[in-house]
């Protein structure tokens, strides 16, 4: 959906410019909209943003 490339996806959210505001404002709407339960530290301490969908993931089908 971002369209990003294997790279960019590799890299740590921070490099992104993602901030604990942004970072709870999308744990918000996670739970909110997909109802899935992140912590504001593992979306900001997320080592990429594929580890981060990849734990979004995981909660959606199990």
Do not use: C
């Not at 590799?10 to 109802?35: I, Q, T, V």
């Not at 912590?39 to 993931?57: F, V």
């Amino acid at each position: 959906m971002l369209r990003l490339s294997a790279d960019k996806a590799a890299k740590p959210l921070g490099s992104y410019g993602l901030d604990s505001l942004a970072a709870a404002e999308f744990r918000n709407w996670l739970r909110l909209e997909l109802k899935v339960e992140v912590t504001t530290l593992e979306i900001t301490s997320a080592a990429s943003l594929m580890a981060l969908y990849e734990r979004i993931g995981s909660q959606l089908l199990g």
